[in-house]
């Protein structure tokens, strides 16, 4: 049984149907990338797997029981961590309240979790009594990343966690993504750094205009001269 | 020396306690229009009801505050906040949140909240009459006369009980709002909502119960600056009309969304408001042989007479607003 499995998913914004029936399947072990052009509906695919759109046809199956158009807050209870593409820091508030909030659900783990996510992103230690939004782009989004794991999800949803990043601090997110998986959680990103996130996916979405065109291993698509001619940049 | 006093009396005092009072009414405003994004109008009458609440279980139990030796409306002040906290839950519950979640714009919920404020002056007419009424029930208001110690000051600094009462109860409630708001996971979690509502859902924050705790807190301090403003002077039908416009100015101009930004604001309208209706003739008689003999002091001298202090508000908000349009603390721009 796939931890995620999304079947022909259809939904979108007040009555328009952005998402035309997309299907996507998710392991414990896996890394899944979803690439594609803008305003394909990446976004809101992440999005109405956790809730924040309404689905109006096809089922979003979580460890085989349906959590189609459940309430985000239920999601974070059933081990689902949300990162979303902007504003995924509580900018006035301090680094580690950020953290504290993201364990809102269970408040008697939260000062073995800061130590923990601490040590993963030890830069963010250091500022940890600053505003998270006098931030450097890098570190809020380690604040963002810190913030959906204080409640040790399963499985984590990540819209582009690389955007507007330099290609150094690109890996490095990566490399921590990478570190995440391996400790057991799966993964299910967006990125617009198609090569460099397909080459850490072990599936690959390709998504246009509401529906899927492509779907295999991160490392087939890689290959693949149709996708690298139309969405990777040759 | 009595000028002096007259000064303490009139700018000192009356400005602290009005300020008090707005920044009262202010802070529950920025807290309901932070976490839910709307211009609550009703909010002043959820000080009238307050009062006269406190004023209807005084007169049930008249005389009981002597058994601790207090003022028996301030016994029994918390019955007063909890109904008005109740009552600001369940105009949420029937209003607000069907409105919420149905997902209107929130000028339609501000619309929505000037009815509230119809409905409830008309039914605490309804209830309590439209004449004014006093606090204490078979007993009398406590008024300090301090004595200067200076030979010239034979005035005394007068002040009441109430105003003491509040002034106190403003800076512990100042108090107690910045740690609940910074130490308690509820209070984080209400900030978090106000930064970003959508990422305290994502996060599993309970909303619905920050919700719930705004209005609690709105309702108790509401209830609490209704029932001292009504001791000290009397409880009228229309006091929120009154305050509305002051507590609304106040809110704005020190930033809206701010709790902090609302405790200056509502310092900044109370002290205008009382020192431009003060006589400043009475300080400048002392010092009349500074002036030219053909100056003449008139016997009245102040910025505006009282009867239109409520321009000052107005005038302080135009003033802030263009020199810094989103308020004294950077607030949200509503
Ligand atoms: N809140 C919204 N209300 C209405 N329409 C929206 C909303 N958000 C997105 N859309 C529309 O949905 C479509 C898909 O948007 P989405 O954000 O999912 O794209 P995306 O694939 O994530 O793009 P990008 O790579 O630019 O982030 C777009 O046509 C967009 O206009
Ligand atoms: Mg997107």
Known sequence: MSLLNATQVQGGYGGMNILKGVDMAIDKEDIGVIVGPNGAGKSTMLKAIFGLVQVTDGDILLRGESIRNRQPNELVHLGMGFIPQEKNIFPSMTVEENLEMGAYIKPRTTARMLEKIYSFFPDLKQKRKQPSGELSGGQRQMVAMGRALMTEPTLLLLDEPTAGLSPLYMQEIFDRIVEINKAGVGILMVEQNAKQALAIATKGFVLASGQNLFTDTGEKLLNDPDVAKSFLGG | ?334
Request: glycine share 10%; net charge positive.
């Open chain 2, 1 to 334: 020396m009595n000028e002096l006093v007259f000064f303490i009396n009139n700018v000192v005092i009356s400005g602290t306690v009005a300020g008090s009072i707005y920044a009262i009414g202010a802070i529950g405003i920025t807290l309901v229009f932070s976490i839910m994004r709307f211009a609550h109008f009703a909010h002043a009458d959820l000080m009238t009801f307050g009062a006269l609440m406190v004023l209807m279980f005084t007169s049930l139990f008249p005389g009981s505050g002597a058994l601790l030796g207090i003022p028996t409306p301030l016994l029994m002040l918390p019955l007063g906040m909890a109904m008005t906290a109740f009552l600001a839950i369940g105009i949420d519950r029937t209003f607000y949140k069907p409105m919420r979640e149905h997902g209107v714009k929130p000028i339609v919920i501000v619309i929505a909240s000037l009815g509230v404020t119809l409905m409830l002056q008309g039914l605490i007419r309804l209830f309590a009459g439209t004449g004014s009424r006093s606090m204490y029930v078979g007993e009398s208001k406590g008024i300090y006369r301090l004595e200067l110690p200076f030979e010239l000051a034979s005035r005394p600094i007068v002040i009441t009980e109430p105003q003491i009462t509040l002034i106190l109860f403003t800076l512990v409630a100042v108090i107690g709002l910045h740690l609940f708001m910074h130490r308690t996971r509820t209070g984080k979690a209400m900030r978090a909502m106000s930064d970003n509502p959508d990422l305290a859902r994502v996060s599993g924050i309970n909303t619905d119960k920050v919700v719930m705790v705004t209005w609690i807190l709105a309702g108790c301090l509401a209830a609490a600056a209704g029932t001292f403003l009504s001791m000290d002077v009397s409880l009228t039908p229309d006091l929120s009309f009154h305050l509305l416009l002051p507590i609304f100015a106040a809110a704005i101009v020190g930033g809206v969304g701010h709790p902090y930004g609302a405790i200056a604001g509502g310092f900044l309208v109370g002290f205008a408001e009382t020192l431009s209706v003060f006589n400043w003739a009475v300080l400048l008689r002392p010092i009349r042989h500074w002036f030219p003999e053909w100056v003449e002091i008139p016997r009245t001298l102040a910025l505006v007479g009282t009867e239109y202090k409520i321009v000052v508000p107005f005038f302080i908000l135009v003033v802030v607003l263009v020199w810094r349009p989103t308020g004294i603390f950077k607030g949200k721009v509503i």
